[in-house]
Nanobody, 128 residues
Framework: QLQLVESGGGLVQPGGSLGLSCVAS????????IAWFRQAPGKEREGVGC????????NYRASVEGRFTISRDNAKNTVTLQMNSVNPEDSAVYYCAASSDPASTDKAICWGSGMNYWGKGTLVTVSS
């Protein structure tokens, strides 16, 4: 069974950068699309972005487009979320999740209920 572990969270100042990693074990990552989700206190979980199994397709939510970048290294079973120009609204627990649905693996279309595996999350706090 695929296991996902996020790392890289922490405190970052507004306008700064932070890189999150999602490392998979117990399976081969290339079979799955990977999505990043986040959940701030008192708010619903929201999708941040999704990358197809090959990495050829990537989709982002509008509020992070141009600031966040998702990449993957299937040989290392790792997906990275690079966060630039962060602001306090980006503060949340960030989760990575894997999906084997063809819409996800082929077209990077991911949704929460369609994910097969989830990590436990890493906390990002944007504050001065």
């Amino acid at each position: 069974q695929l296991q996902l572990v996020e790392s890289g969270g922490g405190l970052v100042q507004p306008g700064g950068s932070l890189g999150l990693s999602c490392v998979a074990s117990g399976g081969t990552l290339y079979q799955y699309a990977i999505a990043w989700f986040r959940q701030a206190p008192g708010k619903e979980r929201e999708g941040v972005g999704c990358i197809s199994s090959s990495g050829a397709s990537i989709n982002y939510r509008a509020s992070v487009e141009g600031r966040f970048t998702i990449s993957r290294d299937n040989a290392k079973n790792t997906v990275t979320l690079q966060m630039n120009s962060v602001n306090p609204e980006d503060s949340a627990v960030y989760y990575c999740a894997a999906s084997s649905d063809p819409a996800s693996t082929d077209k990077a279309i991911c949704w929460g209920s369609g994910m097969n595996y989830w990590g436990k999350g890493t906390l990002v706090t944007v504050s001065s």
